[in-house]
């Protein structure tokens, strides 16, 4: 088995990505906005469903978690870390990746959606509106906003982000079921 650092920079796994085997944890939407080439999709709340099949790619190859920045795939790293089954991110994510002038893939007729973090400025956005706006007739529609407010505050502290979370549960942000099982089914080889 290769053994990886905790964080590689886009130069050392553009250098290393013939033998890393990629898992980027972004929701099918997001992935299929541009990805790392030879990329695995398998969406951080699908996660716990795919250690044994991680665990077992991880013996042929180091494993290189990756998002849109870094955060997500961190996350990934400690939860297998939590199984013992090493994996190193990708520092900037696949931000990183493209700003440092490397190409990424789009799978052919796949739908893209927004990046995670354009939907939760949006759902947030429209919440604080919303709660502004119905709080000029019911006064207590204001507590809407500031929900969302520390919510944010909150997410911001704890560099989390629960409302990320739900909306990953979205219909248009999940892999079906079938396409993540054929997934599994390659990485546990």
């Known amino acids: 088995m290769t053994t990886t650092p905790t964080a590689l920079t886009a130069d050392e796994a553009g250098a290393r990505l013939d033998e890393l085997t990629v898992i980027d944890v972004r929701t099918p939407g997001e992935y299929a906005s541009g990805h790392l080439p030879g990329a695995y999709n398998v969406p951080l709340d699908r996660l716990d469903e795919a250690v044994p099949a991680l665990r077992s790619a991880a013996t042929r190859a180091g494993l290189l978690m990756v998002c ?8 990934a790293c400690a939860a ?14 696949t931000d990183g990746w493209v700003r440092s002038g490397r190409e990424v893939r789009h799978p052919a ?16 956005g429209g919440l604080v509106l919303s709660g502004l706006i119905a709080g000029r007739r019911w006064p207590a529609a204001r507590l809407l906003s500031a929900g969302v407010a520390g919510g944010l505050v909150f997410s911001a502290v704890t560099d989390t982000c629960g409302m990320a979370r739900l909306l990953a549960k979205l219909p248009h942000n999940r892999a079906p079921r079938a396409e993540l099982s054929a997934t599994l089914a390659e990485l546990g080889g």
Do not use: K
């Not at 849109?68 to 996350?75: H, I, L, V």
């Not at 007729?109 to 947030?124: C, D, F, I, K, S």
């Open 68 to 75: 849109a920045s870094g955060n997500r795939s961190a996350q």
């Open 80 to 93: 297998l870390a939590e199984r013992d089954v090493p994996a190193a991110t990708l520092a900037g994510g």
């Open 109 to 124: 007729g796949a739908r893209t959606a927004w990046a995670m973090e354009r939907q939760v400025r949006l759902a947030a």
